[in-house]
């Protein structure tokens, strides 16, 4: 599906509102700054915690339960992951998580708010603020540039300018892609369009992060060095993370681990 004409062209106020300022971002600067500007969230101490879920999808016999009664709390700042066989529930539980779908049971709270309990432009609102979203695929717009890419989700938002632009140019800087801010997609090894969707996903300041398996299309180096990114940006930002993945090397890195299987989450053995 091509993205909608002139997509990138509503983003380009972003770009002109805030000029390259060589001086003030170089990478010392530039990480100073992004420490303090992601200190001022780490008050914030809520996290993520589900009761008794449970996920029916309806067939023509009889309800196909794949969520059996989850149940999970993790503070802000803690980081988990999610294994399990193919088909035992992962995404669907990760969808969940991230609002994308909703429970046939249970609750979910993030920050101690359900978001199932908001109407729909609400839900939609905070989805977009609170949690952020990494795939196995980019899903990066080839038509716009890496800094535009990152700037979308910010789109949105009432108070969106300079310093969003400049926080952008400081996370890329942050990744290592100081230089490639006006690149295409198609411009950039696989490894590099992923970390442009992992500044995507914290342009907005989330308090959740949720990969499904952001290393699955890589190769085993370059899947290395982005977990090495996901789980440093994700601690210097303070969300609480979690990681689906069927990498036992990626999963070995997380300090807390569990199994979905049957659909129930127990801590992985």
Partial sequence: MR????CCKRILPFNSAVQPRQESLRRGGARASYALMAATDS???????????????????????ILRGVNLSLAR???LAVTGP???????????FGALDRPTGGEVLINGR?????????LAAFRNREIGFVFQEHYLLPQCSVLENVLIPTIVAPDAGAAVAERARMLLDRVGLARRLD?????????????VAIVRALINRPTLLLCDEPTGNLDRVTARSVADVILEMAKA??????????SAELAARLPKRMELEEGKLEPAK
């Fill in 86 to 96: 193919s088909g035992s529930g992962k995404s669907t539980l990760l969808h969940i």
């Fill in 43 to 65: 008050a914030n101490t809520s996290g993520l915690s589900a009761t008794n879920l449970t996920r029916d999808y309806p067939t023509r016999a009889e309800p196909l339960r």
């Fill in 77 to 79: 700042g803690d980081a």
């Fill in 183 to 195: 690149h295409r997609p198609a411009e950039l090894s696989g490894g590099e369009r992923q970390r």
């Fill in 114 to 122: 359900n978001p199932f309990a908001l109407p729909e432009p609400e």
């Fill in 3 to 6: 993205p909608p004409p002139g």
């Fill in 237 to 246: 930002e303070n969300a609480t993370l979690i990681v689906v993945t069927h």
